[in-house]
T-cell receptor
Framework: GAVVSQHPSWVICKSGTSVKIECRSLDFQATTMFWYRQFPKQSLMLMATSNEGSKATYEQGVEKDKFLINHASLTLSTLTVTSAHPEDSSFYIC?????????????FGPGTRLTVL | AQSVTQLDSHVSVSEGTPVLLRCNYSSSYSPSLFWYVQHPNKGLQLLLKYTSAATLVKGINGFEAEFKKSETSFHLTKPSAHMSDAAEYFCVVTPYSGAGSYQLTFGKGTKLSVIP
C-alpha cells in the first residue's frame, strides 16, 4: 500500500511553454501533498504544500505564478510550470500524506525529470 | 527550528564491510527521524523511521539506526554492504511525532559507494 505515482516520468519542452506534472496517491486519500525540487547532486527543497480543496502554501522564494499547484481531489495534485525556462530544469518530486491517519509519514512519488531547452 | 547535518557527503566502503552514515539533528521538540534512500533518477524510498518508540530502529534491507537523544544523533548502519546499496541517503527530521507534524527537513545527503 501507500503508492504514489507521478506522470510523466520525464519531459522535455521548449522555453516559454508550460508543463503539467501529475501526482496521484493510488491506494489512500492524500489530504496533503507536497512538491519538492531537487537540483543535481543536491538535497530536496520543499516548494509548496497543498491541502485538498485549498490554495497551496508556497515556501519563501518560490514564485506562485510560475509554479501553479492544484489539489482538486484527495488523490490528485498537479504542478504546472508556466512559461518554462532552462533554469527550471530540475527533478520534481511529490509526496502525499493522509493527514487524517494521525501519522505523519509522507510517501514519495518516483519523480519527474524536466528539461527545458 | 530544526536542522539536520549529515556529516559525510561521500562514504566509500568495500562490499561485505560495515556501513556507517552519520546524521546529527537539532529540534525544539521530540522529533521524528527518517532515513530515505534514493537511487539515480529515482524517487525516495523509506528505509526506516523513529517516532518516539524504541530507540533502535530496524529498517529494510538490513539497515538500522539508533536514536541517541544525548548525542542528538541518528546514525544509519548496516553490518555488511552490498553492491545494490550504492545510492544517495538522506536523513530527515520533523519537529515532533504527533499528527500534523509533517514539515520535513532534509539533510544534504550522503552518497554511498560500494567497491567490489
Amino acid at each position: 500500500g501507500a503508492v504514489v505515482s507521478q506522470h510523466p516520468s520525464w519531459v522535455i519542452c521548449k522555453s516559454g511553454t508550460s508543463v503539467k506534472i501529475e501526482c496521484r496517491s493510488l491506494d489512500f486519500q492524500a489530504t496533503t501533498m507536497f512538491w519538492y525540487r531537487q537540483f543535481p547532486k543536491q538535497s530536496l527543497m520543499l516548494m509548496a504544500t497543498s491541502n485538498e480543496g485549498s490554495k497551496a502554501t508556497y515556501e519563501q522564494g518560490v514564485e506562485k505564478d510560475k509554479f501553479l499547484i492544484n489539489h482538486a481531489s484527495l488523490t490528485l495534485s498537479t504542478l504546472t510550470v508556466t512559461s518554462a525556462h532552462p533554469e527550471d530544469s530540475s527533478f520534481y518530486i511529490c509526496s502525499a500524506m493522509d493527514g487524517t491517519s494521525g501519522y505523519n509519514e509522507q510517501f514519495f512519488g518516483p519523480g519527474t525529470r524536466l528539461t527545458v531547452l | 527550528a530544526q536542522s539536520v547535518t549529515q556529516l559525510d557527503s561521500h562514504v566509500s566502503v568495500s562490499e561485505g564491510t560495515p556501513v556507517l552514515l552519520r546524521c546529527n539533528y537539532s529540534s525544539s521538540y521530540s522529533p521524528s527521524l527518517f532515513w530515505y534512500v534514493q537511487h539515480p533518477n529515482k524517487g525516495l524510498q523509506l528505509l526506516l523511521k523513529y517516532t518516539s518508540a524504541a530507540t533502535l530502529v530496524k529498517g529494510i534491507n538490513g539497515f538500522e539506526a539508533e536514536f541517541k537523544k544525548s548525542e542528538t544523533s541518528f546514525h544509519l548502519t548496516k553490518p555488511s554492504a552490498h553492491m545494490s546499496d550504492a545510492a544517495e541517503y538522506f536523513c530527515v527530521v520533523t519537529p515532533y511525532s504527533g499528527a500534523g507534524s509533517y514539515q520535513l527537513t532534509f539533510g544534504k545527503g550522503t552518497k554511498l559507494s560500494v567497491i567490489p
